[in-house]
């Protein structure tokens, strides 16, 4: 019984010294933590769950109390796909994507390196579409694996995929590459606070 108690005055110590941290996270992602009930219909929905440290339904629960350090570190965040099926199933219309988009970026402003590598090779898929218009996966395992200093990673695939022509050596750009940036520079605009139809 005493080590319950012990345990009980920890969460409470933590929810304590974390709440402005909830308030701020419950602020930029439009989440309030308090609506949701652990239904578990987001976990059982995520088509991701399996890699997961952390269900969305413990995320949620963590955020409750005030579990800080350790929702900054979970890799649940950064595996995060926003396909929303937790927020279309969620009967309190929990918006589960955009508090998973804020965490991340907490995470960041943080130094925390969990996610980094995720975030790295995000931003060099975003990239490569930008660029070309489509992907080009060899200039995308190329830069991660330099980027992120991991030189010989799956070097071994390399040359049978080529051979069996499921990477291209160079990129293919696509036929409307204006289309594209249109829809970057929109979404550039509308992070920023613009105004986009």
């Known amino acids: 019984m005493e080590k319950v108690r012990s345990n009980l005055i ?9 709440r402005g941290f909830i308030e701020e996270i419950r602020r930029e992602s439009g989440v309030n933590e308090k ?5 578990g219909k987001c976990s059982a929905g995520c088509p991701v769950a399996f890699a997961m440290d952390y269900m969305p339904r413990q995320v949620i629960r963590m955020l409750q109390l005030g579990m800080k350090e350790e929702l900054l570190r979970a890799r649940t965040i950064w595996l995060c796909v926003n396909c929303v099926a937790c927020y279309t199933r969620c009967p309190q219309n929990i918006d589960l994507p955009s508090l998973m988009e804020t965490l991340r970026k907490k ?4 130094g925390i390196s969990t996610g ?40 071994m695939l390399g040359l049978p995929m080529l051979s069996r022509g ?4 160079l990129p293919h750009k696509i036929s409307d590459g204006g289309a594209v940036k249109r829809i970057f520079a ?10 986009v139809p």
């Open 186 to 195: 929109r979404a550039q605009e509308a992070e920023l606070g613009g105004d």
């Open 35 to 39: 609506d949701c009930y652990q239904c």
């Open 10 to 18: 920890s969460l409470n110590a933590a929810y304590a010294e974390n």
């Open 116 to 155: 980094k590598q995720i975030k790295l090779f995000g931003d060099l898929f975003l990239w490569s579409v930008k660029t070309f218009g489509r992907v080009f996966e060899l200039g995308l395992i190329l830069g991660f694996n330099l980027k992120s200093k991991q030189f010989f990673k799956d070097a």
């Open 107 to 110: 995470s960041l402003e943080n």
């Open 166 to 169: 499921k990477i291209s050596i």
